[in-house]
């Protein structure tokens, strides 16, 4: 599609072979109803990469990762390793962007790699629209939010809520595009204000100011002590540990919108990685300086919520905590709702959707609104429908298998386009093989490892 507005009734289909476009109706739409400016710059990349990346988990999934992983020692080796993995992901997304600097991300580069193209379509078409559900995010923005109200918990305040922030992100992005934008910003900032927060948190707690006494979790003698022998349970630890970086292809959807794309994707890929990667490792050293191997094992609150009361006692910053955690949630739905919905306009744009003149539409206020109540109603069905407890979290992790499978088959498209001289795949950027093949080996570990775990479930 032309980068420029001004010819009308041209049609809106996707690079394809001729006899793949000679399937597909031609869709056609006035052009200036549904190109996007150009209004992303380098912070607003960072902000939708962190805000995707930085949910809740950080908060939390320290404490799962720890019992799972038996010691302080090999609990921050696994967060290192993760931090890797995810770090080289992201210089596979830097190099197919910098290739196809344009919107739809993993869809588009799925479709450069393999063919028929039309069924590498339709299979993100299904991820996309139904397995990147928000449910879990919004479930537990809608928990903090009740923590920080000092209200009962109940299944259907806890709905209403997460419908009620679901709803929020969507609207924003819907009916004030450019306010939606800044709020990211400003989430994503405040994101990186709160692990910096913690990690100065920890540093205090490493010089002594601790209530009650020192954990020792550094002790030479004692930093592996207790590290679990059991190869599950490891595999299970680092596994929850990628999860948490998750979301660093989040700007590649949305390339069309950013100004720049090839030197922005460049300085805010690894900027945002960095940032986040440091920041990780960093919190967690935090909550092992302020926090004792039985508090990471018995406490009921958020591990932060544990090193905050140690080093402050119940202070204003403790009582906040669940509000910045919610905040962080809800950030994190702003950036989904904001790069799935553009991500099925242009699924729209390749005629592949139902109705793809309507859902390609950016009218009245310069935002795909029909694809956002989509993206809504999925939501809504995935908080609702799902009895509370065990079929709830099965429901709400469908998508953590496919999002890896689809990166398996990304990379290995990498390398075979690269394989492929006849093809004449070209990239500012490339990133080294030893990397690439780093990256594939430990998503093929974790795809393998995955399904053994869903099978013992």
């Known amino acids: 599609m032309a980068e420029e507005q001004g010819g009308l009734d041209k049609p809106c289909l996707q690079d394809s072979s001729s006899s793949e476009d000679a399937s597909r109706s031609i869709v056609r739409v006035q052009e200036a109803h549904i190109l996007q400016e150009r209004k992303i710059g380098v ?3 960072i902000s939708l990469i962190v805000n995707k990346i930085v949910g809740a988990g950080i908060f939390s999934t320290p404490a799962s990762i720890f019992q ?16 890797a993995i ?3 992901g992201a210089m596979v997304m830097l190099e197919f962007g910098t290739s196809i600097p344009r919107s739809g991300g993993m869809k588009v580069y799925l479709e450069r790699s393999y063919s028929p193209k039309l069924l590498c379509t339709c299979i993100y078409l299904f991820y996309c629209a139904v397995l990147q559900t928000p449910a879990s995010n919004a479930i537990t923005a809608a928990s903090y939010l009740l923590k920080t109200a000092s209200v009962e918990s109940t299944t259907w305040r806890l709905r209403g809520l997460a419908i009620g922030a679901v709803s929020f992100a969507v609207g924003v992005h819907s009916i ?7 709020l990211q910003d400003v989430l994503g900032a405040l994101k990186l204000f709160i692990l910096l927060f913690i990690v100065c948190t920890g540093f205090a707690a490493l010089g002594g100011h601790v209530r009650g006494d020192k954990p020792h979790n550094f002790d030479i003698s004692t930093s592996f002590k207790g590290t679990s022998n059991n190869g599950y349970n490891i595999g299970t630890a680092l596994l929850d540990a990628i999860f948490s970086f998750q979301g660093y292809d989040n700007v590649n959807a949305v390339l069309s919108e950013v100004h720049n794309p090839q030197r922005t994707l460049r300085i805010a890929l690894p900027t945002a990685m960095g940032s986040v990667t440091v920041l990780y490792v960093l919190a967690n050293i935090a909550y092992f300086a302020g926090i004792s191997r039985e508090e990471f094992l018995h406490s009921d609150l958020t591990i932060a919520a544990s090193l905050f009361n140690n080093v402050f006692g119940q202070s204003a910053a403790v009582k906040a905590l669940p509000a910045l955690v919610a905040i962080s949630a809800i950030g994190h739905l702003l950036s989904v709702a904001f790069t799935v919905s553009r991500v099925l306009q242009e699924l729209a744009k390749d005629g592949i959707t139902p109705f793809p003149n309507i859902l390609m539409q950016n009218r009245p206020f310069k935002a795909p609104i029909v694809c956002l109540a989509i993206y809504l109603g999925i939501a809504i069905f995935f908080i609702c429908t799902p009895p509370a407890g065990d079929a709830f979290d099965f429901v709400v992790s469908l998508g953590t298998y496919p999002t890896v499978f689809l990166l398996t088959l990304v990379t290995i498209g990498l390398i075979k386009l690269r394989l ?18 780093f990256y594939l080996a430990g998503n093929i570990v974790g795809l393998v490892f995955h399904l053994n775990l869903t099978n013992i479930c």
Do not use: E, H
């Open 86 to 88: 995810s770090t080289c």
């Open 176 to 182: 004030a595009p450019r306010v939606g934008r800044k």
């Open 43 to 45: 912070f607003g990349a």
């Open 68 to 83: 799972l992983s038996g010691s302080p020692g090999m609990a921050l080796i696994l967060w290192v390793i993760a931090g």
């Open 420 to 437: 492929d001289r006849s093809d004449n795949f070209q990239s500012s950027f490339k990133v080294p093989w030893a990397i690439l093949v």
